[in-house]
T-cell receptor
């Protein structure tokens, strides 16, 4: 059974500093996704990582994937208040009839001035 | 930009009642999913649906749950006799392309908050 673990579960950030969220998964997976969720809202796709060594960046967020270590990181550079949200990683395994996503527990991020 | 829509946004029901949650996936997508998220917890897979049948379901998706695609646009989740523990946010998602090995990003709807009293 595929398991996905994130840490930390909660991250209190100071504006302007850098932080990293880690996502480990237990078995070989085809793809890794990062989502952002604001309170009471849906899941907003941030990144899709498709291969070993993949790195993607958008603004202050950068995600990377190491499939050998079964590890993805989401790096936040110079945190700002707008980045306060819960971040989830998710992995899937390709099947011809659809790809079920298995989510990590989420990392709740609070950026303080 | 095409998006997944869900109705209602909030449903309040009494324990034991039947509820139907509705979703309109992105029009050319082939794969449909339901997930749920209990307040403050992670998102959990319920069921996937392809080619007019369930392709995979989780342990949560017991006999009280069913899904249907009654026409070419809607995708519904029915809970026959709701329990208190069914209170959660329910997300519909859809993804596209064919069944060959390819990248299939799932797009999520805004969710339906179900409250069982």
């Amino acid at each position: 059974e595929l398991k996905v673990e994130q840490n930390p579960l909660f991250l209190s950030m100071q504006e302007g500093k850098n932080y990293t969220i880690y996502c480990n998964y237990s078995t070989t997976s085809d793809r890794l996704y990062w989502y952002r969720q604001d309170p009471g809202k849906s899941l907003e796709s941030l990144f899709v990582l498709l291969s070993n060594g993949a790195v993607k960046q958008e603004g202050r967020l950068m995600a990377s994937l190491d499939t050998k270590a079964r590890l993805s990181t989401l790096h936040i550079t110079a945190a700002v208040h707008d980045l306060s949200a819960t971040y989830f990683c998710a992995v899937d395994i390709f099947k011809a009839a659809g790809n079920k996503l298995t989510f990590g527990g989420g990392t709740r991020v609070l950026v303080k001035p | 930009e095409p998006e997944v829509t869900q109705t209602p946004s909030h449903q309040v029901t009494q324990m034991g009642q039947e509820v139907i949650l509705r979703c309109v996936p992105i029009s050319n997508h082939l794969y449909f999913y339901w997930y749920r998220q209990i307040l403050g917890q992670k998102v959990e897979f319920l069921v996937s649906f392809y080619n007019n049948e369930i392709s995979e379901k989780s342990e949560i998706f017991d006999d009280q749950f069913s899904v249907e695609r009654p026409d070419g646009s809607n995708f519904t989740l029915k809970i026959r006799s709701t329990k208190l523990e069914d209170s959660a946010m329910y997300f519909c998602a859809s993804s596209g392309t064919s069944g060959r090995r390819s990248y299939n990003e799932q797009f999520f709807g805004p969710g339906t908050r179900l409250t069982v009293l």
